[in-house]
């Protein structure tokens, strides 16, 4: 079994950063492909990016993440990031991170559907 944990939501201000943790334990896999996703209230999930722990490719979602938000990996400590940068009140979400063992990344990566695992979530909240 695989635990995922997040860690690093909050409250910050408009325009302000934060930086969110998503550690595995437990089963652990030569390589994985870790994505993260946001749902805000009444939304339905989305998806913000994902990498490939072997080569650290990614990709990301909606274009307003896009120049803002950046993922990355620490593979000697099972662990991915997602810097967040300039944040707005539209980016108040719970936010999850997912994993899928395998090599792979690209489109089908960016469906919930895709991965096994998911962590409990971390609560974002911009404030205006």
């Known amino acids: 079994q695989v635990q995922l944990v997040e860690s690093g939501g909050g409250l910050v201000q408009t325009g302000g950063s934060l930086r969110l943790s998503c550690a595995a334990s437990g089963r652990t896999f030569s390589s994985y492909t870790m994505g993260w996703f946001r749902q805000a209230p009444g939304k339905e999930r989305e998806f913000v990016a994902a990498i490939r722990s072997w080569s650290g490719n990614s990709l990301y979602g909606a274009d307003s993440v896009k120049g803002r938000f950046t993922i990355s990996r620490d593979n000697a400590k099972n662990t991915v990031y997602l810097q967040m940068t300039s944040l707005k009140p539209e980016d108040t979400a719970v936010y999850y991170c997912?994993?899928?063992?395998?090599?792979?990344?690209?489109?089908?990566?960016?469906?919930?559907?895709?991965?096994?695992?998911w962590g409990q979530g971390t609560q974002v909240t911009v404030s205006s």
């Open positions: 997912a994993l899928r063992p395998g090599i792979g990344i690209g489109i089908y990566y960016t469906t919930s559907s895709s991965y096994d695992y």
